[in-house]
């Protein structure tokens, strides 16, 4: 009777802002999939991975008890979880802990229109009406500030139109939803992101070199994209000055020019974004023949 593969299981939102940018990324990095009849889990149909749709607040627990080996949820969810287990490390909860380079948004309190705010001060006495209580609670501790939090499972920005409460802290990203509800935002106390965490449970090596090549691959979709491939013909006795100029490039290939010794060409990656004043910049510096490609897929 033939074993069957170990299959790595991934928890992903199953809507929300994370969702799509989730999946796109598991994409990237080659993994094909179809979903079951309950659309609630993604069969891997080339690599022996499933991604699990589930509630964003129930993927720490779902790694960290080892129900899932990796998970991709927000900064501020890992951190809510974080401090309701009583712990001051968040790697003693979860094996590893990588930035994503989106779900970008930060935690804020959300002030009502003509009152002002002056800090951390301005919240003595305050009801605040938030979703994340254990994060609201260790930051007015921590700056020993006095006020009652209020628990909102959803609508948060409504709260003080209701008169649950005076202000709220809640999620932000654009500012529109604050500003609807005729709030505006007063002071970050969490700059979150997506994150890539880790089961904390030592896997059988059969897993371990699947989880290994996942998480070079989403390295290598992280770094390319925002990196570019330039090549350009330049001077010489510019290149010193064009080398500076590279945005997040690392030692560029400088190749000889047939029939040329003043000037050669240049072949860099640039992990940061190349924008047109880069361009007329390096143009000026003597670069000439500037070519700008994009970088498809990269393994470090």
Same mark, same amino acid.
């Given at each position: 009777?033939?074993?069957?593969?170990?299959?790595?299981?991934?928890? &992903?939102?199953?809507?929300?802002?994370?969702?799509?940018?989730?999946?796109?990324?598991?994409?990237?990095?080659?993994?094909?999939?179809?979903?079951?009849?309950?659309?609630? %889990?993604?069969?891997?149909?080339?690599?022996?991975?499933?991604?699990?749709?589930?509630?964003?607040?129930?993927?720490?627990?779902? &790694?960290?008890?080892?129900?899932?080996?990796?998970?991709?949820?927000?900064?501020? &969810? &890992?951190?809510?979880?974080?401090?309701? %287990?009583?712990?001051?490390?968040?790697?003693?909860?979860?094996?590893?802990?990588?930035?994503?380079?989106?779900?970008?948004?930060?935690?804020?309190?959300?002030?009502?229109?003509?009152?002002?705010?002056?800090?951390?001060?301005?919240?003595?006495?305050?009801?605040?009406?938030?979703?994340?209580?254990?994060?609201?609670?260790?930051?007015?501790?921590?700056?020993?500030?006095?006020?009652?939090?209020?628990?909102?499972?959803?609508?948060?920005?409504?709260?003080?139109?209701?008169?649950?409460?005076?202000?709220?802290?809640?999620?932000?990203?654009?500012?529109?939803?604050?500003?609807?509800?005729?709030?505006?935002?007063?002071?970050? %106390?969490?700059?979150?992101?997506?994150?890539?965490?880790?089961?904390?449970?030592?896997?059988?090596?059969?897993?371990?070199?699947?989880?290994?090549?996942?998480?070079?691959?989403?390295?290598?979709?992280?770094?390319?994209?925002?990196?570019?491939?330039?090549?350009?013909?330049?001077?010489?006795?510019?290149?010193?000055?064009?080398?500076?100029?590279?945005?997040?490039?690392?030692?560029?290939? %400088?190749?000889?020019?047939?029939?040329?010794?003043?000037?050669?060409?240049?072949?860099?990656?640039?992990?940061?974004?190349?924008?047109?004043?880069?361009?007329?910049?390096?143009?000026?510096?003597?670069?000439?023949?500037?070519?700008?490609?994009?970088?498809?897929?990269?393994?470090?």
């Amino acid at each position: 009777m033939q074993q069957q593969t170990a299959r790595i299981k991934i928890a &992903v939102q199953k809507s929300g802002r994370l969702t799509d940018h989730s999946l796109e990324l598991l994409s990237r990095c080659g993994l094909s999939y179809s979903k079951g009849r309950d659309q609630l %889990i993604c069969y891997g149909e080339n690599m022996p991975v499933d991604v699990l749709l589930v509630r964003d607040d129930d993927i720490p627990s779902l &790694v960290q008890e080892d129900i899932c080996d990796l998970g991709i949820v927000g900064l501020n &969810v &890992v951190e809510e979880y974080r401090l309701g %287990i009583g712990t001051a490390d968040a790697s003693a909860v979860f094996r590893q802990v990588s930035l994503l380079d989106f779900g970008h948004c930060r935690l804020s309190f959300g002030v009502p229109d003509g009152t002002s705010f002056e800090g951390s001060v301005s919240l003595a006495g305050k009801r605040i009406a938030t979703s994340y209580p254990r994060i609201l609670k260790d930051y007015l501790q921590r700056e020993g500030v006095d006020a009652t939090v209020v628990e909102f499972s959803g609508a948060v920005e409504i709260a003080p139109s209701l008169g649950k409460a005076d202000l709220i802290c809640d999620l932000v990203s654009s500012g529109s939803t604050l500003r609807a509800n005729q709030l505006y935002e007063a002071q970050t %106390i969490l700059e979150s992101r997506a994150a890539l965490i880790q089961t904390p449970v030592q896997v059988p090596e059969e897993k371990a070199v699947w989880i290994k090549r996942l998480l070079q691959r989403i390295e290598g979709v992280q770094q390319v994209r925002e990196s570019k491939y330039i090549v350009l013909h330049a001077p010489r006795s510019a290149l010193d000055a064009i080398r500076a100029l590279l945005p997040g490039s690392e030692a560029p290939t %400088i190749m000889p020019l047939d029939g040329r010794d003043d000037k050669v060409a240049l072949h860099a990656v640039c992990r940061e974004n190349v924008f047109w004043e880069t361009l007329e910049q390096l143009k000026e510096a003597g670069a000439s023949s500037i070519l700008v490609l994009p970088v498809e897929k990269m393994l470090a």
